[in-house]
């Protein structure tokens, strides 16, 4: 669920650009973000304060904070504002011709590496790598609709974080510097747009925004209250939207007689449809509607898709599939831990600021910190053994960036260069998602974890699918009491030495109720009858309900005995075992 | 010409004036399509004004000749351009003529063009046909200012043509000059009469055309005042258009369609900035052109004159439906075949063809069932087609079903409804309702249905429809490979006259595309994008050549058998391979598990849970020597990489299963967790023959 969420806030922080001027109510979550950012900034200065004191171990502990903050803020240390800072700093900087350990180098220069390294690890877009040939692929598409006015259709496929929206971005601002205003880019996102309708209502929007801003205004109601004669393309009724976009654009449809009257349109217009496969999976209308007009001419359009959906093609409709050109630019991640080590260390380096004449020492000590990437990357280290690591378990470059930040931000006056700080390669293994252990090791009262077992040995002994609360305390009530009989019998032969403290009393059953509550929010058992997605809802919902059929309902336990016996210590092997 | 702001200085000019008087956006966006073509130039010292057409005397110090102006437009290097065609008076070629009669002042037109400069132009002259040559006396008052043009030749003067109407010619010319030039060039270059004949055929079709439009004019304009070329040009406009088309119940033409914005007009040319301009080099331009040219021929939006390989289907559509528009009354046809074999533009050809032959008798009006959002959205179409008013879905049907019932004579008019089984309702009203109608006896209701499958009236109608569907059925079977070799050799044939086949198209080549599509689909379309895309990848290869090796080739480029083996692997090759070779060892594992899973259970679904068992006891099982070595190489320990330091599931394993959903490598059905269900979205062959060559895997493939 959560992924889920910072991957919509991810998504709309792509789309922010071109939906400046949009309705939608992508608006809040912007601003949300910018308040963070703000916020962060006043943590950033006041830790900057802070460090002058030589506290190191507040400043573990700041650093920690900061982490914790980047996570959600996302990007946060990137432009304007630093880039001042950068100008008022340099002449402050002292002079050093070679990179000398001893000498201490100043917070400034440190802190402009910093900045510059760390918006390189937290910046959303992928930096593009080995995907050359791919860039001029995609270039040259873009290129020949605009100086062709041909049309063409392209499909980006590969898993996430391989650089394809990043590299269609590249492109696009590329095109943007050497056309201004020579064409018209419209982006949609299935995430969005979730039907075709909706596409259409977006597409239209974007157009008028795009015709408002060609004909030289900045917003449409500057247009609309511009004394210029103008109509939008969208139109109240979702029907008279899309007949008015295909009258704009598909020309051909209204039978011309001969092929100098069809010109419609002779602006270029580059579609990029992100997560593809959303606008697959209906009628596919939009997408016949699309790839029709690339197809018969009428205007130079060229659609690119982008998904990472491998069976997209195999999904098109058939008169979808004929229309679509069929080509496939497909991106891979890393093959070999060469190249994927190359790949981490582009995102890692750091270079030397072209602007406020960086002076030597200023050279030297990025030098320095450059060298010591590559040898923290090529030779046995705790990084190198993370980046093997995530090479053999997912090669997702974001996991290694987000794996960085710490290290990086580590970086002080005391150290200035990444050293193998173990404090940092702590911070990271926070990093990781919650897992079963966790949640249980973690989050659960030893209670909790004896109705668990008792659950669990319900599923296992009396082969059950499902168990609901009343099996479940009878097995706990029989498990006790056998617990407390061994405990008297022990008692009359002779002194525990052990000392065990956990009393065998059993409980009694509102009480039990409760922890089966904690056991259900933490997904350990799941509702049969609603999915997962829903839970939260069904507990409200239960809460009103009266006890006793709360504690006939069957939940499916999301764990085996065998898993807990290997999750648990050998203080539970008795209730495991037994 | 004027390279420059300066040198225009003296001159001025203007768009048609005329234009601005009817701002509705309607005209306005035909108006633009012309701008550049309705660009007239003014000199201020004697008010001579030049616009595209016009016939002018051209001095400078070496010599002094005629020619007429066919384009004039803002140029990219220069800031105005004029080009010119030249002409060669009578006396140039005396020893050339072979007999044939000629006037004094008489000229020949060469399809030789030149950029003129402005300060060049000496004065306008006045050409015209043999009629009006005779009936003006020549004198020494106009001997230097009236020229007749009857023939066409070449530069040296070869080739002379028969003879034209100089006014038919001109206006063809102030139509679309670039057609005009090409046709003169095509005239000229071919000495044949026979292909004099077809080539000249867009000339006679025009004069057919224009007869039909004299017939039908009293009912089609009331303004007398407009000459007949006006009317001809504004026919031609319109024919078959339904935005321009008068409809029989008259309504204030502004309520007919909503507004909608017109696109700025950029000209084309001011797009092409650097592309054009960086290569100067005289020997990379040509052939970039003709790759250009290439690329769009063989585009399935580039305009054809004829259709090849549909001539029986096309002569069935004609003949009924010009029965029926004849007859005035209603019919049905149904129309099938798989996607991309010409369905509907053999349709369209077909209106297309009976317009000009019978101008605007019958009206026409396409519905595509994928181009509306709702089944009834169709009705309201047709409703706005025929009352040229707005209505709701609901209030159409009964207007329209009275409308065809009465028995008021009306004008055919000719429905193509596309994709038919997108306008399927679930009771099927909408498609009984048009398929009803044309059953009326003065409906005059002509429906074309086309749909994809044969047996769609059968499959998915109702009996009453398909009845009323009538026998009349047509099918376009996919083509079959020499039928595609044709489609594409029929593209390529224009533009290897225009090159003298300096970019050829392997015959090779193209069979082998023509052979790997009709194997599978027979869809056009597909054949075309591979030979498009092929020769983009020729082009690319040929702009890497180095000079030396582009001499060597002696001017003559060919797109050979391996460029569309690349083409067609581009859009065919197996993405999950190339995925699964770039996947990572836990991904493998995840993937093996579940192939070990379907082994041992012998079904394709399995728990989530008994493939997490399944790994871990995989993992207890196998030693994996080959990553445990390369591991332990980095200091790394094995059980520690599996696991992340945990025990009971793989590092990131949620992040792997999340990931091979969101690929569609594996469906997962269910939300419960350990008991969800897992099922591979592949063929376990694509898996096993890249890990069968993994060697890291050797323990658990078997």
Not at chain 1, 127 to 146: F, I, T
Not at chain 2, 303 to 308: C, F
Not at chain 2, 675 to 695: A, H
Request: with cysteine.
């Amino acid at each position: 669920m959560k992924t889920n969420l910072v991957d919509v806030l991810e998504y709309e922080k792509d789309n922010s650009p071109s939906r400046n001027n949009d309705k939608v109510s992508t608006t809040p979550a912007l601003t949300d973000n910018s308040q963070l950012t703000k916020d962060f900034a006043g943590e950033f200065n006041s830790l900057r304060v802070d460090r002058m004191g030589d506290d190191r171990i507040s400043d573990v502990f700041k650093e920690k904070a900061k982490v914790v903050g980047n996570k959600s803020g996302v990007t946060i240390v990137t432009n304007g504002a630093n880039e001042k800072k950068k100008e008022n700093d340099s002449p402050r900087i002292s002079q050093l011709t070679a990179f000398n350990p001893e000498e201490p180098v100043p917070t400034t220069t440190i802190k402009l590496l910093k900045t510059q390294v760390l918006s390189k690890l937290r910046r959303n877009s992928q930096l593009l790598y080995g995907l050359d040939d791919h860039y001029r692929q995609v270039y040259s598409l873009c290129k020949h609709c605009l100086n062709d006015l041909q049309s063409r259709s392209l499909l980006l496929m590969g898993p996430r974080n391989t650089g394809k929206t990043s590299l269609v971005n590249q492109v696009l601002a590329q095109l943007e510097k050497e056309h201004p205003k020579g064409f018209i880019t419209i982006k949609l996102n299935g995430i969005f747009q979730t039907d075709d309708k909706k596409a259409v209502r977006e597409f239209a929007h974007q157009l008028d925004i795009k015709l408002s801003q060609l004909a030289g205004y900045d917003t449409i109601l500057d247009r609309i209250v511009s004394k210029d004669k103008f109509v939008t393309v969208e139109k109240k009724n979702i029907t008279h939207t899309l007949e008015s976009i295909l009258r704009i654009l598909d020309s051909k449809r209204l039978q011309q007689n001969s092929e100098d009257e069809i010109k419609g349109n002779n602006i270029p217009i580059i579609v990029i449809l992100e997560t593809f496969e959303v606008f697959v999976n209906q009628r596919q209308s939009f997408l016949y509607n699309l790839l029709d007009i690339t197809q018969n001419g009428s205007s130079p359009m060229s659609v690119i898709g982008i998904t990472n959906r491998l069976n997209t093609r195999e999904l098109l409709e058939k008169r979808v599939k004929s229309r679509f050109s069929q080509r496939i630019l497909q991106f891979n991640k890393a093959t070999s831990l060469e190249e994927f080590t190359s790949i981490c260390l582009v995102n890692l380096l750091a270079s030397v600021p072209k602007e406020g004449q960086p002076d030597a020492a200023t050279k030297s000590y990025f030098e320095a910190y450059n060298s010591r990437i590559q040898e923290l990357l090529t030779t046995s280290s705790p990084l190198r053994q993370k980046l093997v690591e995530i090479y053999y378990t997912t090669r997702d470059i974001v996991q290694f960036k987000l794996h960085c930040v710490p290290i990086v931000s580590q970086l002080s006056e005391l150290s200035p260069l990444p050293g193998d700080l173990d404090s940092a390669y702590n911070i990271t293994s926070l990093l990781r998602p919650m897992c079963l252990e966790d949640i249980i090791l973690k989050g659960l009262s030893e209670l909790e974890i004896q109705l668990l077992i008792s659950a669990s040995r319900v599923v296992k002994d009396q082969c059950l699918e499902n168990v609901n609360f009343n099996l479940v305390y009878e097995e706990y009530s029989k498990l006790v009491k056998k617990f407390q009989q061994e405990r008297i019998s022990q008692m009359s032969n002779f002194q525990s030495s052990t000392g065990v403290v956990a009393s065998f009393n059993v409980y009694e059953k509102f009480l039990m109720e409760k922890c089966w509550e904690t056991l259900i929010t933490k997904y350990l058992l799941l509702d049969i009858n609603v999915s997962s997605r829903n839970t939260n809802k069904s507990q409200s919902f239960m809460f009103n309900n009266n006890i006793s059929s709360r504690s006939v309902k069957f939940y499916y336990l999301n764990v085996t005995l065998e898993e807990l016996s290997e999750i648990l210590d050998r203080d539970w092997a008795k209730w495991i075992q037994y | 010409m004027a390279s420059t702001a300066r040198q225009f200085k003296g001159w001025q000019y203007y768009f048609d004036v005329e234009s601005q008087n009817q701002d509705t956006p309607r005209r306005r966006s035909r108006r633009n399509d012309t701008l550049n073509d309705s660009l007239t130039l003014k000199r201020n010292s004697d008010g001579l004004e030049i616009e595209i057409g016009t016939v002018i005397e051209v001095q400078n110090s070496k010599f002094r000749d005629f020619a007429l102006i066919h384009d004039i437009s803002f140029g990219t290097d220069v800031y105005l351009e004029v080009r010119a065609m030249w002409f060669l008076r009578a006396t140039d070629l005396s020893s050339r003529l072979e007999g044939r009669q000629v006037e004094k002042n008489e000229l020949f037109l060469t399809p030789v063009t030149d950029r003129i400069k402005l300060k060049d132009i000496l004065r306008k002259v006045k050409v015209v046909s043999k009629l009006e040559y005779d009936a003006i006396e020549i004198n020494d008052s106009n001997t230097n200012e009236l020229f007749l043009c009857r023939y066409c030749c070449d530069h040296d003067g070869s080739n002379i043509t028969d003879s034209f109407e100089w006014d038919q010619f001109h206006n063809l010319l102030k139509k679309n000059p670039e057609q005009f030039y090409h046709n003169v060039k095509n005239l000229t270059g071919s000495a044949t009469i026979k292909s004099l004949t077809s080539q000249s055929n867009l000339l006679s079709s025009g004069r057919k055309a224009r007869k039909y439009v004299e017939l039908s004019s009293e009912s089609e304009f009331e303004d007398e005042d407009e000459s007949d070329d006006e009317k001809y040009n504004r026919k031609l406009n319109k024919t078959g258009t339904p935005r321009s088309k008068r409809v029989l119940y008259s309504t204030p033409t502004s309520e007919r369609y909503y507004n909608i914005p017109s696109f700025p007009q950029v000209s084309s040319k001011k797009l092409n900035l650097e592309g054009m301009k960086d290569d100067e080099d005289e020997q990379a331009k040509p052939m970039a052109k003709l790759f250009s040219s290439a690329k769009k021929r063989l585009h399935t939006g580039a305009h054809l004159n004829t259709l090849p390989c549909r001539d029986e289907q096309f002569e069935q559509l004609y003949t009924s439906v010009e029965v029926a528009i004849e007859n005035n009354t209603g019919m049905c046809i149904y129309v099938s075949g798989t996607p991309g074999t010409g369905k509907t533009v053999t349709i369209r050809e077909v209106i297309k063809q009976l317009a000009e032959k019978h101008g605007s008798v019958f009206d026409y009006l396409e519905i595509n069932g994928l181009k509306l959002l709702t089944p009834q959205a169709a009705y309201e179409v047709l409703f706005t087609k025929i009352f040229g008013q707005r209505s709701k879905s609901g209030q159409a049907v009964g207007l329209l079903e009275e409308y065809f019932n009465s028995s008021k004579k009306k004008k055919p008019l000719v429905v193509l409804m596309d994709e038919l089984d997108q306008i399927l309702t679930k009771n099927q009203s909408v498609l009984y309702n048009f398929f009803n109608w044309p059953s009326y006896s003065s409906s005059s209701l002509i429906v074309i249905a086309v749909a994809n499958t044969m047996d769609l009236p059968e499959r998915l109608l109702t009996n009453k429809i398909s009845s009323r569907l009538g026998m009349i059925r047509l099918q376009f079977p996919g083509y079959n490979f020499s039928q595609l070799a044709e489609i594409i050799k029929h593209r390529l044939e224009s533009i290897g006259k225009l090159n003298s086949d300096k970019l050829v198209i392997n015959s090779g080549a193209i069979e082998f595309a023509s052979r790997k599509v009709a194997s599978v689909s027979g869809d056009a379309r597909r054949a075309l994008s591979i030979c498009l895309r092929a020769v983009e990848i020729a082009e690319k290869e040929f702009v890497k050549k180095t000079e030396q090796e582009k001499a060597e080739l002696g001017g003559i480029f060919t797109v050979q058998i391996a460029h569309i083996i690349k083409s067609v692997n581009e859009s065919t090759s197996s993405t999950v391979t190339s995925y699964l070779n770039c996947s990572p060892f836990h991904l493998r594992l995840f993937l093996v598990g579940v192939l070990a899973r379907i082994r041992r259970t012998g079904v394709s679904e399995n728990t989530l849970g008994s493939i997490i068992d399944e790994l871990q006891n995989m993992v207890k099982v196998n030693h994996f020597q080959k990553v445990r070595e390369s591991l332990e190489r980095e200091n790394l320990q094995f059980t520690r990489v599996i696991f992340g330091g945990l025990k009971t599931r793989m590092q990131s394993f949620d992040f792997i299963l999340q990931e091979l959903i969101e690929n569609g490598i594996i469906l997962k059905n269910g939300n419960l967790g350990r008991s969800s269900l897992i099922k591979l979205n592949i063929e376990e062959d694509e898996i096993t023959t890249v890990f069968k060559k993994d060697d890291t895997l050797k323990e658990v493939m078997y």
